[in-house]
């Protein structure tokens, strides 16, 4: 089992759509959390961090559940430059990345 | 003025050889990682040095061997390539009292095409 699993995907949108990313974490020791945004052929980019009260930055809203070691993260407003592969991180020490899950925003 | 750098950006050299990848920061973090990202695009922790002392060593080929002349720069040789070889790999770098806050500085990537 992946220490940090997400669905793939592709999600392919049309702009102005909302959407939802779901994450599941293996090591109850993580400590912290984050979403990623990683470009085609780009470095991984922290998008934000993510915490037990939930946390909103403009149309990014990240929330964990610890008791599910559960991690989502919902864009609103869907805009083309959303397009990218979104990261879910575990911190047990180490950055424990996820596979990504690929977004594609259509006109 | 780039904050984590790699050299070289492409690679493309044939089985058996040896070759080198290296990474420097300018951000005055103590700590620094190598990640390898597969073409299924999953990103796996190699390495981590903190202040030149290893301290993350995952399961991973000894043919892969790691540098650090100081905590500004980190190198990573590679022995003996094989086409499995063939990846991005990533350098990155941290505080590693700061890891909670806001994870990794990444470089750009070497992208690795072992023929």
């Known amino acids: 089992r992946k220490e940090v699993e997400q669905d793939p995907g592709p999600f392919n949108v049309p702009e102005g759509a909302t959407v939802a990313f779901n994450c599941t974490y293996s090591?109850?020791?993580?400590?912290?959390f984050f979403w990623y945004r990683q470009d085609c052929r780009k470095e991984p980019k922290l998008l934000m961090s993510?915490?037990?009260s939930g946390n909103e930055d403009g149309r990014f809203t990240a929330q964990l559940n610890r008791a599910s070691q559960y991690i989502s993260l919902l864009i609103r407003d869907s805009k083309l430059s959303d397009s990218a592969t979104y990261l879910c991180v575990a911190n047990p020490g180490k950055l424990i990345f996820g596979q990504g899950t690929e977004l594609s925003v259509k006109p | 003025d780039t904050a984590v750098s790699q050299t070289p950006k492409y690679l493309v050299t044939q089985m058996g050889n040896d070759k080198s990848i290296k990474c420097e920061q300018n951000l005055g973090h103590d700590t620094m990682y190598w990640y390898k990202q597969d073409s299924k695009k999953f990103l796996k922790i190699m390495f981590s040095?903190?202040?030149?002392?290893?301290?993350i060593n995952e399961t991973v080929p000894n043919r892969f061997s790691p540098k650090s002349p100081d905590k500004a720069h980190l190198n990573l040789h590679i022995n003996s390539l094989e086409l499995g070889d063939s990846a991005v790999y990533f350098c990155?770098?941290?505080?590693?009292?700061?890891?909670?806050?806001?994870?990794?500085?990444f470089g750009s990537g070497t992208r690795l095409t072992v023929v």
């Open positions: 993510v915490y037990s």
């Open positions: 040095y903190n202040n030149k002392e290893l301290i």
């Open positions: 090591n109850s020791a993580s400590q912290s």
């Open positions: 990155a770098s941290s505080h590693l009292s700061s890891l909670g806050d806001g994870g990794y500085t």
